[in-house]
């Protein structure tokens, strides 16, 4: 036998080298290890994304308000349908939907029907199907599992229409005048001019998060819905619809709940579709209640599925992050434009 043929017959009959057991239960533990700080760490940053996806949504938003008011005079009153031109009789139109010229959507906002009743108790389909199944990805939240495969096009940015109370000025027989008042940074049915900002801009909120609701034939959720009002007499202020959703249980509000869903579309104005009060501090464990047919009372809290707060924007055009454990005295005059709260 050669001496090449003797070293291979030595190296065959050499016993190969492995890992012991030990040795793969050390390499296993270190890939758990760094799996267990990776995946954490990833999530976070994925989440701090769409966050950050949020606080732009919110800041473009504003900031077309202040485009809207430099050309209107104010900013976009919540069913203020008289901004739409040339139009007899018209429709009433959320903020959303007003400040789509603003928002490089001018030809969106001109396939919208003016001349088609609409109103807070009624659903944004029909004549204008085309305009609200428009899926915008400046209303939606990134971090919200409950924004596609609807309809209609959801909305997940609320404007602040501030608190709410109810005044009766006189009663003649059977007739009741009474007077409706808000104080936020938009108010029903008309513009609001920044000069009656007093407590200043950079101190108003303007539009927040609110997570898009269930829908219809969906398990309720305090969360993301609502419970409707058939009747509300006496509950004429903010502070009496805080008491008065606290007291509604899970049970009488999945008994209650209506089709019409929270933030289901982004056209028709009103505290169900796309106007918050800011009466409760945000991700407040109670829920949202209201009487439809007046869209702008109740309670709309504004929530987020980012952990521990929601973004919301100031009428100055600046995004904040606020706890869910702020004050609920700074919050609600937060969401006030001037010093005196109602």
Not at 48 to 62: D, E, K, P
Not at 149 to 172: C, F, H, K, M, Q
Request: hydrophobic share 40%; net charge positive; aromatic share 6%.
């Amino acid at each position: 036998m050669s001496h090449h043929q003797q070293l291979v017959a030595n190296r065959a009959r050499r016993p190969r080298q492995g890992l012991t057991l030990i040795e793969v239960l050390v390499v296993i533990g270190i890939m758990v290890m760094l799996a267990a700080i990776a995946i954490p760490a990833a999530l976070s940053a994925r989440e701090q994304a769409r966050r950050g996806v949020c606080a732009t949504n919110l800041r473009q938003m504003t900031l077309a308000c202040h485009a809207f008011a430099s050309a209107r005079g104010g900013f976009p009153g919540d069913g203020n349908g008289t901004a739409v031109r040339g139009v007899q009789n018209p429709s009433l139109l959320s903020a959303q939907a007003l400040l789509l010229p603003h928002l490089d959507q001018a030809a969106l906002f001109n396939t919208i029907n003016g001349q088609v009743p609409l109103g807070p108790s009624m659903e944004a389909g029909g004549a204008n199907f085309t305009a609200t199944s428009m899926l915008l990805g400046t209303f939606v939240c990134p971090s919200d599992p409950w924004t596609h495969g609807r309809r209609l096009a959801p909305n997940s940015y609320r404007v602040n229409v501030g608190g709410y109370r109810i005044r009766t000025l006189r009663v003649v027989g059977l007739e009741r005048r009474v007077e409706v008042t808000h104080d936020g940074a938009f108010e029903p049915y008309r513009l609001v001019r920044l000069g009656e900002f007093s407590d200043g801009t950079s101190n108003t909120l303007a539009i927040s998060e609110k997570p898009v609701g269930s829908g219809p034939g969906r398990p309720y959720s305090a969360f993301r819905d609502w419970v409707q009002y058939i009747h509300a007499d006496g509950v004429d202020s903010s502070d009496a619809w805080a008491a008065e959703c606290a007291r509604r249980s899970t049970e009488s509000a999945r008994d209650s709940r209506v089709s019409l869903e929270q933030g289901g579309s982004w056209l028709p104005p009103g505290g169900v579709m796309t106007a918050f009060t800011p009466i409760l501090p945000p991700n407040s464990p109670v829920p949202d209640c209201s009487q439809v047919e007046h869209g702008f009372a109740g309670a709309h809290v504004a929530r987020s599925y980012h952990s521990g707060g929601v973004n919301a924007s100031m009428a100055d055009g600046s995004v904040r992050w606020f706890s869910s454990s702020i004050d609920p005295r700074v919050w609600r005059d937060l969401g006030t434009r001037t010093s005196q709260r109602r």
